[in-house]
């Protein structure tokens, strides 16, 4: 596709060449740049030749000799992708097919995109990967990759993705084990379709790939209110989690004691569900599936404590409030009242229920501007109400209603501020530290 040339880097690679701004890159080491993933590819290695095309239209190759870490020290114009792949599945559990109507338009958009994969850590089916883009994976050596497998029975992938296909999970898996490609994976459970000797299989087979199948995570399916024409579906009852959690429990111990990790995940949900409490910080070993919502509770809640014994800075009496999720809920009251009573801040935690969606969605993550306004309306909401940084989208200020932050704040009256997972980032704010 070629990349435009935007800005080069004093003193880098790209200026010592000769690039600048308007040149066109063509190729890199004698093939055309189909996208980022290519671009990336090729500036690891530590010998390579360029083809430039500069903005008068002369072509001139460079050949270059660097470091594997070293960067040429060049912009582009745009992100390197161009179109966005999207997803052809039609997931009995989808989470997009059960939005309500009049969201903004990126909402809607399914994307299964391999290229996204690898840069932002999404997870794929690999269905919608035909084979000159799967071996393009393996050449790359695009790794790590995070894959929903759902399950490794074929009958039953098949069906929940309702794709034939779904089918061939385990020979793409293989495929990419064969080519030291790394990869975690993800199981959204539907009770009665994946779990039990199901989800046991899926399991079992996962562990041939190990240590290339690094991780997997079970994640419980979200059904909103809004299922409208499609396939009727049970949530994730007490019986369901806790067998889930049974068969996870059981072979982390099994894992642990054969390979030295526990492998196998729950989310949060799962144990909150069966009524348990959140396994101990060691437990979740790196946290590499919290973007799935497994560990994020015990993550938030040890961080915190942990900061809150060594915070050496000044806090003044004031009352505040959050609002978080009914899921989230027990877990935060109970860090606001440790770092209140140190802090002398006194906080209201409101548990928000979710009625854009549907109160079966009770993570945080999927809060509204709506709801948290119609339910905190004539509360105590003190001098300023926090919410969590997971409930804005597209990097702005923005609920998933399309709401601001300024307008949810000029409805309630009060400034509303946002703390990330992180527990400094938790004691500071209940802190007022950086806030006039």
């Given at each position: 596709?070629?990349?435009?040339?935007?800005?080069?880097?004093?003193?880098?690679?790209?200026?010592?060449?000769?690039?600048?701004?308007?040149?066109?890159?063509?190729?890199?080491?004698?093939?055309?740049?189909?996208?980022?993933?290519?671009?990336?590819?090729?500036?690891?290695?530590?010998?390579?030749?360029?083809?430039?095309?500069?903005?008068g239209?002369?072509?001139?190759?460079?050949?270059?000799?660097?470091?594997?870490?070293?960067?040429?020290?060049?912009?582009?114009?745009?992100?390197?992708?161009?179109?966005?792949?999207?997803?052809?599945?039609?997931?009995?559990?989808?989470?997009?097919?059960?939005?309500?109507?009049?969201?903004?338009?990126?909402?809607?958009?399914?994307?299964?995109?391999?290229?996204?994969?690898?840069?932002?850590?999404?997870?794929?089916?690999?269905?919608?990967?035909n084979?000159?883009?799967?071996?393009?994976?393996?050449?790359?050596?695009?790794?790590?990759?995070?894959?929903?497998?759902?399950?490794?029975?074929?009958?039953?992938?098949?069906?929940?993705?309702s794709?034939?296909?779904?089918?061939?999970?385990?020979?793409?898996?293989?495929?990419?084990?064969?080519?030291?490609?790394?990869?975690?994976?993800?199981?959204?459970?539907?009770?009665?379709?994946?779990?039990?000797?199901?989800?046991?299989?899926?399991?079992?087979?996962?562990?041939?790939?190990?240590?290339?199948?690094?991780?997997?995570?079970?994640?419980?399916?979200?059904?909103?209110?809004?299922?409208?024409?499609?396939?009727?579906?049970?949530?994730?009852?007490?019986?369901?989690?806790?067998?889930?959690?049974?068969?996870?429990?059981?072979?982390?111990?099994?894992?642990?004691?054969?390979?030295?990790?526990?492998?196998?995940?729950?989310?949060?949900?799962?144990?909150?569900?069966?009524?348990?409490?959140?396994?101990?910080?060691?437990?979740?070993?790196?946290?590499?599936?919290?973007?799935?919502?497994?560990?994020?509770?015990?993550?938030?809640?040890?961080?915190?404590?942990?900061?809150?014994?060594?915070?050496?800075?000044?806090?003044?009496?004031?009352?505040?409030?959050?609002?978080?999720g009914?899921?989230?809920?027990?877990?935060?009251?109970?860090?606001?009242?440790?770092?209140?009573?140190?802090?002398?801040?006194?906080?209201?935690?409101?548990?928000?229920?979710?009625?854009f969606?549907?109160?079966?969605?009770?993570?945080?993550?999927?809060?509204?501007?709506?709801?948290?306004?119609?339910?905190?309306?004539?509360?105590?909401?003190?001098?300023?109400l926090?919410?969590?940084?997971?409930?804005?989208?597209?990097?702005?200020?923005?609920?998933?209603?399309?709401?601001?932050?300024?307008e949810?704040?000029?409805?309630l009256?009060?400034?509303?501020?946002?703390?990330?997972?992180?527990?400094?980032?938790?004691?500071r704010?209940?802190?007022?530290?950086?806030?006039?």
């Amino acid at each position: 596709m070629g990349f435009l040339v935007t800005g080069v880097e004093p003193g880098s690679i790209a200026e010592e060449i000769g690039i600048q701004p308007g040149d066109t890159i063509t190729a890199m080491g004698g093939e055309p740049l189909l996208d980022y993933i290519d671009y990336l590819f090729f500036s690891a290695k530590e010998e390579l030749t360029l083809t430039v095309e500069t903005a008068g239209g002369e072509t001139f190759e460079a050949e270059i000799e660097k470091d594997a870490e070293e960067m040429l020290g060049i912009s582009f114009a745009g992100d390197g992708f161009g179109k966005k792949r999207s997803c052809h599945n039609k997931c009995i559990f989808c989470f997009v097919d059960q939005l309500p109507r009049g969201m903004r338009k990126t909402l809607y958009f399914k994307d299964d995109d391999w290229r996204m994969s690898f840069v932002m850590g999404n997870y794929i089916t690999l269905t919608n990967v035909n084979e000159a883009e799967f071996e393009r994976i393996l050449r790359r050596k695009t790794s790590p990759l995070y894959i929903s497998v759902h399950a490794t029975d074929d009958d039953v992938r098949a069906y929940m993705l309702s794709q034939p296909k779904g089918r061939g999970i385990m020979e793409r898996l293989r495929r990419l084990r064969d080519a030291g490609i790394h990869f975690e994976c993800q199981a959204v459970l539907v009770g009665g379709v994946n779990d039990g000797p199901v989800l046991e299989k899926t399991i079992r087979d996962l562990e041939t790939l190990y240590p290339y199948a690094e991780s997997l995570a079970l994640v419980p399916l979200g059904l909103t209110g809004h299922r409208e024409g499609l396939k009727q579906l049970a949530p994730i009852d007490k019986k369901c989690a806790e067998g889930i959690l049974d068969i996870a429990e059981k072979w982390q111990g099994h894992f642990l004691k054969k390979y030295g990790t526990r492998f196998v995940f729950g989310a949060d949900e799962l144990y909150i569900k069966a009524g348990r409490p959140i396994p101990a910080y060691e437990t979740y070993e790196d946290f590499k599936q919290m973007e799935d919502g497994v560990g994020l509770l015990r993550y938030l809640t040890d961080k915190t404590r942990r900061a809150l014994a060594a915070f050496e800075g000044v806090s003044r009496h004031r009352e505040i409030s959050i609002a978080t999720g009914v899921d989230a809920a027990p877990y935060i009251a109970a860090l606001a009242g440790e770092c209140g009573k140190k802090l002398d801040v006194r906080v209201h935690v409101y548990p928000i229920r979710n009625e854009f969606f549907g109160e079966t969605i009770t993570v945080t993550g999927l809060l509204t501007g709506g709801d948290i306004i119609s339910q905190l309306r004539g509360k105590a909401l003190g001098e300023k109400l926090y919410v969590s940084s997971c409930m804005l989208r597209d990097r702005e200020n923005v609920f998933l209603d399309d709401l601001t932050k300024e307008e949810v704040s000029r409805a309630l009256g009060v400034p509303l501020g946002t703390i990330d997972n992180e527990g400094e980032d938790f004691v500071r704010a209940l802190a007022g530290c950086g806030e006039d």
